[in-house]
């Protein structure tokens, strides 16, 4: 870097010989530095000091406004924070009232910045600070479909970690998509993950009189037939709400447990009505 004073004005160039800073002095200028990074440093009686980026240390001399970067970015993820000057004041920009010389160092904090996708705990950390990083379980999306946490890119597995910001970080939450499989009339309701498999089953038979429930089919929510017996697995790859159907049967074992009694009975009323017959046409025949 190189100054020059030109009139009223200060002129700070680069080693290229590009004009970086032009300072307009209210009186002479008294003193003039920079730091070796090639960042602005400049001071005049009644002036203003500006610098676009951290300076070691300042030799000012006062009257002036003297002012420093909040942030410097370095444009990966990196940057400093000012802290202070180092007589304490908090002030980026400051007044320097008196005809004195000054040495200040602006004081500067390194920071990192924590990206978490999927979760929460992005920001700006100071170096050697810790991270808290979290992530839900579940992300419901309202249509039987869901998002399970299955860890961190890092490798952990738990909800919420703690890291160590030695430099910039990136995180992912891996997650698992999975799939609600709805059985109406049978067992095997439950979420799954996308390309498992689901077992189903229903009961085969109810036992009934005079009629019994057999299992016919799983149908789904459209009518499908999915399968004809009752147990039945498939591949998940999409939320799905079966039915288990049935047909009525005639129980014949039942039918004929209630029956033959019965054919038994009618056969000897039958006959204790016959022999009445018989008894009475004797009787009529004898008189």
Request: hydrophobic fraction near 40%.
């Amino acid at each position: 870097m190189l100054a020059a004073g030109s009139g009223d004005y200060v002129c700070v160039f680069d080693a290229y010989g590009n004009l970086k800073w032009k300072y307009k002095a209210n009186d002479y200028v008294h003193s003039v530095a920079w730091s070796n990074s090639g960042l602005l440093a400049a001071a005049g009686y009644g002036g203003l000091f500006f610098t676009t980026g951290f300076v070691d240390e300042f030799v000012l001399y006062g009257p002036c406004v003297v002012h420093v970067d909040d942030f410097i970015d370095f444009g990966n993820n990196t940057r400093l924070l000012f802290k202070g000057w180092s007589d304490g004041v908090k002030n980026s920009t400051r007044t320097l009232p008196s005809n004195e010389e000054y040495h200040l160092t602006p004081i500067y904090i390194k920071q990192y910045y924590v990206s978490v996708v999927g979760g929460s705990g992005s920001g700006w950390y100071d170096v050697g600070s810790t991270a808290f990083i979290s992530a839900e379980q579940y992300v419901d999306f309202g249509n039987n479909t869901r998002l399970v946490f299955d860890g961190w890119s890092n490798g952990v597995k738990n909800l919420s970690i703690s890291i160590r910001v030695d430099g910039p970080v990136k995180l992912y939450v891996l997650w698992r998509k999975q799939y609600f499989v709805s059985v109406v009339g049978g067992s095997g309701s439950g979420w799954y993950d996308v390309g498992s498999t689901a077992f189903i089953s229903a009961v085969e038979r109810f036992s009934g009189f005079p009629f019994d429930r057999v299992f016919d089919r799983w149908v789904d929510e459209h009518g499908y037939t999915m399968s004809t017996h009752n147990t039945y697995s498939f591949t998940v790859d999409k939320p799905i709400k079966l039915y288990a159907k049935y047909r009525y049967e005639l129980n014949m074992m039942v039918c004929l447990f209630f029956l033959i009694p019965l054919v038994i009975l009618l056969m000897l009323l039958r006959r204790t009505r016959k022999n009445r017959e018989v008894s009475i046409l004797k009787e009529l025949l004898e008189s």
